[in-house]
C-alpha cells in the first residue's frame, strides 16, 4: 500500500469543466508536490509546498490552481484546460529537513488525465 | 544540456539474468544526491535507490545496486536475477545542493528506460 494516495485515478474533461485532483500523504512528511508526466517527455516539476507554503511555481499556467491546506493533503484545481494538459499527474511527498540524503521523494499512483 | 541522460530506450533481459541501466549526469555541484525510481504500466513511480555524491561505498538495496563512477558522471543501476515483475519503465533522477548543501526542491529526470523481462 502506497503512502502517497491519489484521487482520482482515472478523469475524463471537456475543456470546459473544472475538476479537482486529490493527493493525501500517510508518511509524516512535510512538503508536497505535483508532478506533470506527459508522452516522450521526461517528468516535470509543475508546484512544491515546503509546509503549506507554495515554494515552487515552475511557469505553471494559472489553468492548474493547487491548493495546500495542511501538509498531509494537496489538490489541484483544474478549469478550461487544453488537450494538450492531458497527462499522468503525480503527487508526492518528502521530508525536507532530513539534509540532502534523506529527502528522498515518494510518488503516489498518479492521476491520469485526458482532456476531450 | 540535459543534466540526466538515459541512452537506453528500451531494454530486453532474460529472467534469472542480470541487467544494467545506463544513467550519466550533468552537475557542477559538489553535493548532489542520484535516485532511480521504477514506473511500472500503472503509472506509480517507485523508488528504488539513493547515492549520495559523498558516499564512498554503491548503494545496494536488495537486488539494486548502483555503480556510482563520480570522475565519469554515471551512475548505473544494476538489478540482479531478473524477475517478470521488473518489466517497467526506470528513471534516473538528480538532487543538486547548491553550495549549502541543504539541496533543492526540483528532482531531475532523465527519459527513462523501457525494461522487458523475457521468460
Known amino acids: 500500500e502506497t503512502g502517497v494516495t491519489q484521487t482520482p485515478r482515472h478523469l475524463v474533461m471537456g475543456m470546459t469543466n473544472k475538476k479537482s485532483l486529490k493527493c493525501e500523504q500517510h508518511?509524516?512528511?512535510?512538503?508536497m508536490y505535483w508532478y506533470k508526466q506527459s508522452a516522450k517527455k521526461p517528468l516535470e516539476l509543475m508546484f512544491v509546498y515546503n509546509f503549506k507554503e507554495q515554494t515552487e511555481n515552475n511557469s505553471v499556467p494559472s489553468r492548474f490552481s493547487p491548493e495546500c491546506p495542511n501538509s498531509s493533503h494537496l489538490f489541484l484545481h483544474l478549469h478550461t484546460l487544453q488537450p494538450e494538459d492531458s497527462a499522468l499527474y503525480l503527487c508526492a511527498s518528502s521530508q525536507v529537513d532530513r539534509g540532502l540524503s534523506g529527502n528522498t521523494i515518494y510518488f503516489g499512483e498518479g492521476s491520469w488525465l485526458t482532456v476531450v | 544540456a540535459q543534466k540526466i541522460t538515459q541512452t537506453q530506450p528500451g531494454m530486453f533481459v532474460q529472467e534469472k539474468e542480470a541487467v544494467t541501466l545506463d544513467c550519466t549526469y550533468d552537475?557542477?555541484?559538489?553535493?548532489?544526491?542520484l535516485f532511480w525510481y521504477k514506473q511500472p504500466s500503472s503509472g506509480e513511480m517507485i523508488f528504488l535507490i539513493y547515492?549520495?555524491?559523498?558516499?564512498?561505498q554503491n548503494a545496494t538495496e536488495g537486488r539494486y545496486s548502483l555503480n556510482f563512477q563520480k570522475a565519469r558522471k554515471s551512475a548505473n543501476l544494476v538489478i540482479s536475477a531478473s524477475q517478470l515483475g521488473d518489466s517497467a519503465m526506470y528513471f534516473c533522477a538528480m538532487r543538486e545542493g547548491g553550495n549549502s548543501g541543504a539541496g533543492s526542491y526540483q528532482l531531475t529526470f532523465g527519459k527513462g528506460t523501457k525494461l522487458s523481462v523475457i521468460p
Open positions: 552537475t557542477s555541484d559538489q553535493s548532489y544526491g
Open positions: 508518511l509524516g512528511h512535510n512538503a
Open positions: 547515492q549520495g555524491s559523498y558516499d564512498e
